[in-house]
């Protein structure tokens, strides 16, 4: 249900146009609505406080489907901010939310300054981190993790976008006065680990995506007096592309699955790593398809392809991810090489 509900919603109205008014900076106020007003933006919250009460296995079909339209709204940052709120027993406000930090190096501190908790450190390339009406942070408190609520406009934020124009904002915490904030039984890194989890779904709904773009236009164009999908070499291509796509969507699926046993460190990392390649091997493809025509901004292709190239480098692009996986295989010896792999 949940994915006939996000599936029309987007199909409805994510348009070119709608993609192409986000990109110049103008924030989709009837896309978001109608996705929060449907109960899509908490389905990981318990129904006692308002959410869905749904499992992680049940959301991936919510996330791909948002990558699968090119959705420019924090959908997925929502649904992981809003579950990080949940855990840490806070409550969680209307309207759009985004996660901070997500890189490997940065750490934020949270301090007790009389009746409130003070949020201290930075955070890069955070998604709409300059729009989102609150940004929920993970960080720590003497070595104790820590889920904090900001509300925006109390952070200084330094505009960026990332190569699909979306925005990745540097957000400066200086003494920030939280919302609210209570301490957390996650990891510190736990918002890296469900950041590339949410990415990779997004991936492999894009990727199906690019793949449907891909067969509808050569079965249209035409040379030689004949569809150009007739072409033995195009046949192998989409082939090849169509062979990413599902062991990507396989891969990303997987993974979470894996996040409601809550250990999912090796499934997300061979996601991540799987997405990530048929990104850049799939896009490539596409493009080649398509011929120039796929390079026009006209044309919706490079909507797909340029958050792909995007996104496989968020939350740890593929060598992070497989070098977590080479250090996992070597601390258990050749010996457990097999068994480990076969269990998962």
Avoid: C
Wanted: avoid cysteine.
């Amino acid at each position: 249900m949940l994915g006939d509900v996000s599936t029309r919603l987007f199909t409805d109205l994510v348009t070119p146009e709608l993609i192409a008014d986000a990109e110049k900076g103008e924030w989709p106020d009837a896309l978001w609505r109608a996705v929060e007003e449907n109960g899509l933006t908490l389905p990981l919250v318990p129904e006692s406080k308002g959410g869905a009460g749904a499992a992680w296995g049940n959301v991936f079909v919510l996330v791909a489907a948002a990558g699968r339209h090119a959705a420019p709204i924090p959908f997925a940052e929502t649904i992981v901010a809003s579950w990080l709120l949940s855990e840490a027993g806070l409550g969680v406000p209307e309207g759009p939310l985004t996660i901070a930090p997500g890189g490997a190096d940065e750490w934020l501190q949270l301090e007790r300054a009389g009746d409130e908790w003070r949020v201290q450190g930075t955070a890069k390339r955070v998604p709409w981190g300059a729009s989102a009406g609150h940004v929920v942070v993970v960080g720590e408190s003497n070595g104790t993790p820590m889920v904090g609520l900001v509300a925006r406009g109390a952070v200084q934020a330094a505009p960026e976008k990332n190569l699909a124009l979306e925005p990745r904002d540097t957000l400066s915490f200086d003494g920030t006065p939280a919302v609210a904030a209570a301490p957390v039984k996650l990891p510190l890194d736990v918002v890296r680990t469900y950041g590339a989890l949410v990415r990779s779904a997004q991936m492999a709904g894009a990727l199906e995506r690019m793949l449907a773009l891909s067969v509808k236009y050569v079965t249209e164009r035409k040379q030689f007096g004949r569809p150009i999908g007739n072409f033995q070499a195009i046949q192998h291509q989409l082939a090849l592309l169509a062979g990413h796509v599902a062991a990507a969507g396989t891969a990303a699926d997987t993974a979470f699955r894996a996040a409601e046993r809550g250990d999912l460190r090796y499934e997300v990392a061979v996601a991540k790593v799987r997405t990530g390649e048929a990104a850049g091997l799939g896009a490539g493809i596409a493009h080649q398809v398509h011929g120039a025509i796929g390079f026009t901004y006209e044309h919706s292709l490079h909507f797909f392809t340029r958050r792909l190239w995007s996104w496989r480098a968020e939350y740890g692009a593929e060598a992070h991810w497989a070098e977590e996986l080479g250090r996992a295989v070597a601390q258990r010896g050749p010996a457990e090489l097999w068994p480990y792999v076969t269990s998962r």
